[in-house]
């Protein structure tokens, strides 16, 4: 779908996940990001969340970056620990209504390189930018944990999503959907947690605490 076309910046140093936000084809400004802390010590490794915590927020070393059709994969090395973050776009025949969904999903991964264990705590948050095309909008935000499926037997989602709140049907800003929402969702696992907020509050926490 095109409201879902993010690029990383080019030049000398493109296709770096950390050190610089993800843009709209456009152009404009799109918020993903993504920080990991590796006992005790936080990187981040997508986007620039760095920009409030200049002093106390290294980048991971990304060493490879990999492209294929439904897949955009980037290894990095966060101290004793390697990270892999693949994004994927699912391409499905057989279940149109699925294929009709604008949906990608964020995996990672992450592995030892001294083989002993280490505490690890990742973070990742979007903002509104994915759901309005002018970031200076009025937006609505809303946060539930939901059922996998009505079947499911005691699996849950985190689900965070953002809309306009002047939505106009079919209708855009500067190429972006003015209506809609944009859903930001995770696996309800135990030890995981959930907030809403400022950005450098949200950020800073996780950050300070963990």
């Known amino acids: 779908t095109p409201y879902l ?5 080019g030049g000398q140093n493109g296709a770096q996940l950390a050190g610089a936000w993800p843009h709209f084809w456009t152009g404009a400004y799109l918020g993903w990001a993504g920080m990991i802390s590796v006992d005790g010590v936080v990187y981040q490794f997508l986007g ?6 200049v002093a106390t927020l290294p980048s ?15 290894r990095s090395t966060a101290g004793p620990i390697n990270i892999t973050v693949i994004f994927l776009t699912p391409v ?3 279940d149109l209504i699925l294929q009709s969904i604008p949906c990608s999903y964020m995996s990672v991964h992450v592995e030892s390189t001294d083989q002993k264990p280490h505490q690890v705590a ?3 948050d979007i903002n509104a930018a994915w759901a309005v095309g002018n970031i200076g909008l ?19 989602m985190h689900v965070h999503s ?20 944009a859903v930001f969702a995770t696996n309800a696992l135990p030890g995981s947690s959930v907030q809403s907020g400022y950005r450098v509050d949200v950020r800073g926490e996780f950050i300070h605490n963990g």
């Not at 991971?60 to 980037?74: G, R």
């Not at 009025?138 to 849950?156: N, T």
């Open 5 to 9: 076309s993010a690029w990383l910046p």
């Open 48 to 53: 620039n969340p760095a920009e409030d915590f």
């Open 60 to 74: 991971v070393l990304q060493y490879d970056a990999e492209f294929t059709s439904t897949s955009t994969i980037f």
């Open 92 to 94: 499905t025949p057989m």
């Open 122 to 124: 990742l973070y990742a």
């Open 138 to 156: 009025d937006i609505v935000a809303s946060y539930e944990q939901r059922k996998m499926s009505p079947s499911s037997s005691g699996q849950s």
């Open 162 to 181: 953002v809309s306009p709140a002047s939505p106009t049907l079919f209708g855009e800003v500067a190429q972006q959907a003015n209506f809609g929402s």
